[in-house]
Nanobody
Framework: QVQLDESGGGLVQAEGSLRLSCAAS????????MGWFRQAPGKEREFVAF????????TYADSVKGRFTISRDNAKNTVYLQMNSLKPEDTAVYYC??????????WGQGTQVTVSS
């Protein structure tokens, strides 16, 4: 079992920045690839970014490429999402998730990000 706890969400003006954190506990954090997802009101949850177990490989949704950066610190059991140049359409609940063997097995409760225009 892996417990995931997101933090760092809040209200920010357009073009501002936020850094989300996701702290993991339980099983060995470095065994899991980690992803960030988001869900806006009335929309389905969508992929935002992924980082491999070692941090050597990352993937981003086209909508956030060049603005968001995913990183991890395996010594601190934490994955981060640095979000710059935020847009109102980035408003959503952001979730982190732990992936093994291609399947996201564990999810956090989410943190709200609201971007005002």
């Amino acid at each position: 079992q892996v417990q995931l706890d997101e933090s760092g969400g809040g209200l920010v003006q357009a073009e501002g920045s936020l850094r989300l954190s996701c702290a993991a506990s339980g099983r060995t954090f470095s065994n899991y690839g980690m992803g960030w997802f988001r869900q806006a009101p009335g929309k389905e949850r969508e992929f935002v970014a992924f980082i491999s177990q070692s941090g050597g490989s990352t993937t981003y949704a086209d909508s956030v490429k060049g603005r968001f950066t995913i990183s991890r610190d395996n010594a601190k059991n934490t994955v981060y999402l640095q979000m710059n140049s935020l847009k109102p359409e980035d408003t959503a609940v952001y979730y982190c998730a732990a992936r093994m063997w291609g399947r996201y097995e564990y999810w956090g409760q989410g943190t709200q990000v609201t971007v005002s225009s």
